[in-house]
C-alpha cells in the first residue's frame, strides 16, 4: 500500500512538475534566419545560421501565462562566427526555464557545422542553399525519391525519414543531422505533394527546341480536351469517308 502511494505521489509531482516546465513559451521569432530544429516549446537548445553581412537579430517571444516574464529577447547585436544567446523565462512559481541559442554568423567551424553542404532530388531542382530548412516539391508517381547529400562536417549522423511509399497527397521527408557528441541537431524538411494531375509536355520550338514546360490538366479541361480530340477524328474519318466516297462515285460514272 506505502508502495502504491508513494508511486501516486511521485507520479503526481513529475507530471506537474512537467506541466509547470512545458507552459513557458508559445512561439518565438526571429526577425532574420530561422529556428532549427523548429520551435517547439519542450525543446530547449537552437541553433541559427545567418550570412556574415547580419550584424543584429531581433528576438522576439510570446509567453503562454500573463504572470511570467521574460529576460534576453529584443535587439542583439552579433559578431562573426558563433554567439550564444540564452533566454530566461521567469515563472511565478519563481521557477526559470533557460532557451538556448547558437546563432553562427558567417563561416561556421567544422566541429559545430550540423548544416548540409548539398541536398538534391534526382530528376527536381530545389533550389537548395544550407541555410534554407525548408522545400516544397510537387510529384506525380514516384513512390520513393532519389535523395543525395553532402555533410560539412564528418563527425555527425545524417537520418532520412519519409522517403517511402510516397502516398497521394501531402508526404513529408526529414533529413536530421545530428551531432554525435551531443543532442544538437538540424532538421531539413521536404514537403511532397503528390497528385494525380495529368502533365502534358509542350516544346517551344520557336523560343527554344530544349526548353520544356510542363502544363497541368484538371478534370474540366480533361473533358474538353477529349471532346476536342473526338471531334477532330470525327471529321477526319468523314473527311477521308467523303474522298472515298468521291472517287468510287468518280469510278463508277466514267463505267
Do not use: Q, W
Request: proline share 0%; charged share 25%; glycine share 4%.
Amino acid at each position: 500500500m506505502k508502495r502504491k502511494l508513494l508511486f501516486i505521489i511521485f507520479y503526481l509531482l513529475t507530471f506537474f512538475s512537467f506541466g509547470i516546465k512545458i507552459k513557458a513559451i508559445s512561439n518565438i521569432s526571429l526577425s532574420v534566419g530561422s529556428l532549427n530544429p523548429y520551435f517547439n516549446k519542450g525543446i530547449y537548445k537552437y541553433n541559427v545560421y545567418l550570412n556574415e553581412n547580419i550584424s543584429e537579430i531581433h528576438i522576439n517571444a510570446t509567453l503562454e501565462e500573463d504572470d511570467d516574464y521574460v529576460e534576453g529577447i529584443g535587439n542583439i547585436i552579433l559578431d562573426k562566427g558563433e554567439n550564444k544567446v540564452e533566454i530566461k523565462v521567469h515563472k511565478k512559481n519563481e521557477s526559470v526555464i533557460y532557451y538556448i541559442f547558437k546563432i553562427f554568423v558567417g563561416e561556421i567551424k567544422e566541429e559545430n557545422n550540423l548544416l548540409l553542404k548539398s541536398l538534391k532530388v534526382k530528376g527536381y531542382d530545389i533550389n537548395f542553399s544550407s541555410n534554407v530548412f525548408n522545400y516544397s516539391l510537387n510529384i506525380l508517381d514516384e513512390k520513393e525519391l532519389d535523395i543525395t547529400y553532402e555533410t560539412f562536417n564528418s563527425n555527425v549522423n545524417v537520418k532520412l525519414e519519409g522517403n517511402s511509399n510516397l502516398k497521394e497527397g501531402n508526404n513529408i521527408i526529414l533529413i536530421t543531422v545530428l551531432s554525435k557528441e551531443s543532442n544538437e541537431k538540424s532538421i531539413y524538411k521536404i514537403n511532397v505533394n503528390k497528385t494525380k494531375e495529368v502533365y502534358k509536355e509542350v516544346f517551344d520550338n520557336v523560343l527554344d527546341s530544349n526548353v520544356s514546360s510542363k502544363i497541368i490538366l484538371n478534370d474540366s479541361d480533361k473533358i474538353l480536351l477529349g471532346a476536342a480530340i473526338f471531334i477532330v477524328i470525327f471529321f477526319i474519318i468523314l473527311f477521308i469517308y467523303k474522298l472515298i466516297f468521291i472517287k468510287k462515285k468518280k469510278n463508277y460514272n466514267r463505267k
